[in-house]
């Protein structure tokens, strides 16, 4: 493991600039003892053919001839783990190696400021985020190899454009059960045996809400888990005007 008080021969990482984002209010530094996890994508081990987009590969093609090569995932592991950081998680066929450490190591070793901050028109119980801002660096050693880093900033990319209104007359709703009869949706249709994917971009849901709304509509409730990308979780803020109202939505529906 390298002197943490030698500097590193870092280089910088091309896209990864992050310019202030208004709405959100930095409160000070992380606390030194708590853990960060990153998510390093790598190059390909060769590019993507002009065919791949009219002949579409298999989930097997595409892992194996265009995943990350194990010399880079060796190099990669070996090199940010002398530098203090843990690997977690490396899947060559997606090109993603997840990493973890100590808060001051992880800046260290990405070449960045992490802070913990909140939305401008949070509460006092509002959820608290990190964030980043300018450019990302890495080690010399993996200029080239190692295209993205994601996951330091975890404040939410995306937001709801909705907003309630109070109803200009009053409104006659349907539950899905009942729809399903006016349509005359086949009886005994569950959905058992299916997966669907529903893709969030923020907020998150609460297992008890969903208990609670499917059994208002007398069906058990299906089975929900949250998979997280790229450092992305279920992490609901429990604003309804929000991210929150579009996800449980989403999985309503659904």
Do not use: C, W
């Amino acid at each position: 493991m390298t002197d943490p008080q030698k500097p590193l021969d870092l280089v910088p990482l091309p896209g990864s600039d992050r310019p202030d984002r208004p709405g959100f209010q930095a409160h000070g530094g992380l606390a030194p003892d708590s853990r960060v996890e990153a998510t390093l994508v790598l190059r390909r081990k060769a590019e993507l053919p002009s065919s791949a987009f009219t002949q579409p590969l298999t989930r097997d093609e595409l892992a194996e001839g265009y995943g990350a090569s194990p010399e880079d995932v060796d190099l990669v592991r070996r090199t940010l783990e002398g530098l203090g950081l843990t690997v977690e998680e490396v899947d060559a066929g997606a090109r993603r190696v997840r990493v973890s450490g100590p808060v001051q190591t992880v800046a260290r070793v990405f070449g960045t400021d992490l802070a913990e901050s909140t939305r401008d028109d949070a509460g006092d119980d509002a959820p608290t985020y990190r964030q980043r801002t300018g450019g990302l660096s890495i080690p010399a050693a993996l200029s080239g190899v190692v295209t993205a880093v994601l996951g330091l900033d975890d404040r939410p990319q995306a937001r709801a454009q909705f907003r309630y209104v109070p109803a200009a007359a009053v409104n006659t709703s349907y539950t899905p059960p009942q729809l399903g009869t006016v349509y005359s949706f086949p009886e005994g249709t569950d959905g058992s045996g299916q997966t669907i994917a529903i893709i969030e971009l923020g907020g998150g849901y609460v297992q008890s809400d969903l208990d609670t709304y499917f059994a208002g509509l007398g069906i058990p409730t299906p089975s929900v888990r949250a998979v997280g990308v790229d450092g992305g979780s279920n992490a609901p803020d429990g604003n309804p005007n929000g991210a929150d109202g579009e996800v449980m939505l989403d999985i309503e529906v659904a």
